[in-house]
Structures are given as structure tokens and as C-alpha cells.
T-cell receptor, first 110, second 113 residues
């Protein structure tokens, strides 16, 4: 079983749509959770950290369910510029290593 | 902002060549990492380092080595390049706490012919 699993997509949505991505992780001891965004042929960039109580940053909302080992990212009012690959990331139990999911592709169309 | 700089954006090398990929960060970060990224496989950790002259194997170290002689610089070495090492190579750094995440360099797209 992969440590971090994501639906690869692609998710094709119209502008203005709400879209949600899910991610599951296998290590129950993980403490740090993130969503990264990666544009085509570019490096991953931190989109947002994910906190136990859930957190929001503008149109983006992240949720964490520790009991189910499940993380989600909700994007409201999708823009063309949101088209990218979204990587779910969790830390390993020990040390400072992060484990990356393979990513979910989002395509927002006009 | 933390800046992580990779020396080359694109590289083409011949099979059997020794290849050096350089990474420099400017924020005095302790931790540095080398990943490769391939379609459908995501990011895979090659090597990492938590301190100067320290290195640890990641998930796919075979065919690679690293060097960290100075805190700001972490080099990835392909001892004898092979075609299956054609990939995007990404360097990342982080401070002492993983809770702040990583900052990545812009990547080196290596083609071995």
C-alpha cells in the first residue's frame, strides 16, 4: 500500500465550479500535513498546511480526519489559473522527511 | 523568501558520463533533499542530508551519490549515467521543523542519451 494515495484524475471542471480532492495516508503517527501545487514543468510549491481543526485560505479549504487518515482540499469558484497538479503531503513518523502523493490533476475550462 | 537554486534547468548527457547536479539554498536550512519525479510515479526521495557532511539514503539511492561539504550546498552525483536516469530532478530544503514544509528548486530536467 502506498503511504499517500490520491485519485490521479484528471478532474475537468468549468470555471466557477467547486471541486474537492481527497487523499489517504497510511502512517497514523504522521503529524504534519500539506497541500502543494505543481504547475506543468515547474517545481511544487506549498499551497497550504492542513490543521486538525480544518483551515481556509481564500477559496481553498483543507480538512483533516485523523481517525480515518484522510485529508481533503476544497476549491470554490474555480479559476482557469487553478489548473495544476495538487500534491497531498504528510510527514514520516521520525525525522524531517515528507512523503508526497503522486498528485491529482485539475483542469479548469472556460 | 527562501531561495533554492539548481544550477541547470536542462541537461543532456551521454550514457556512462559522470553527472553533477548542484543545489544551493540561501536560508541557512539544516535539511536538504534530492528527489526525482517521473510521470505516474510522483516524487521519489533519492538522498537527504540533515547536516554538513551528513547523508542518508532515501528510497531509490542506487546509481546516485551525494556530497554536502557546506551547509548551503547539496550536490547529487550520477556516477555513470544511464538512460533510466532520465528524469526531472528536484532539490528541496527545510529548516529544523518539518511542520514548515519544504521549498523546492526549479528542477533540472536531465536527459541521458
Amino acid at each position: 500500500r502506498k503511504e499517500v494515495e490520491q485519485d490521479p484524475g484528471p478532474f475537468n471542471v468549468p470555471e466557477g465550479a467547486t471541486v474537492a480532492f481527497n487523499c489517504t495516508y497510511s502512517n497514523s503517527a504522521s503529524q504534519s500535513f500539506f497541500w502543494y501545487r505543481q504547475d506543468c514543468r515547474k517545481e511544487p510549491k506549498l499551497l497550504m498546511s492542513v490543521y486538525s481543526s480544518g483551515n481556509e485560505d481564500g477559496r481553498f479549504t483543507a480538512q483533516l480526519n485523523r481517525a480515518s487518515q484522510y485529508i481533503s482540499l476544497l476549491i470554490r469558484d474555480s479559476k482557469l489559473s487553478d489548473s495544476a497538479t495538487y500534491l497531498c503531503v504528510v510527514n514520516e513518523e521520525y525525522g524531517n522527511k515528507l512523503v508526497f502523493g503522486a498528485g491529482t490533476i485539475l483542469r479548469v475550462k472556460s | 523568501d527562501v531561495k533554492v537554486t539548481q544550477s541547470s534547468r536542462y541537461l543532456v548527457k551521454r550514457t556512462g558520463e559522470k553527472v553533477f547536479l548542484e543545489c544551493v539554498q540561501d536560508m541557512d536550512h539544516e535539511n536538504m533533499f534530492w528527489y526525482r519525479q517521473d510521470p505516474g510515479l510522483g516524487l521519489r526521495l533519492i538522498y537527504f542530508s540533515y547536516d554538513v557532511k551528513m547523508k542518508e539514503k532515501g528510497d531509490i539511492p542506487e546509481g546516485y551519490s551525494v556530497s554536502r561539504e557546506k551547509k548551503e550546498r547539496f550536490s547529487l552525483i550520477l556516477e555513470s549515467a544511464s538512460t533510466n536516469q532520465t528524469s526531472m530532478y528536484l532539490c528541496a530544503s527545510s529548516g529544523g521543523l518539518v511542520s514548515y514544509g519544504y521549498t523546492f528548486g526549479s528542477g533540472t530536467r536531465l536527459t541521458v542519451v
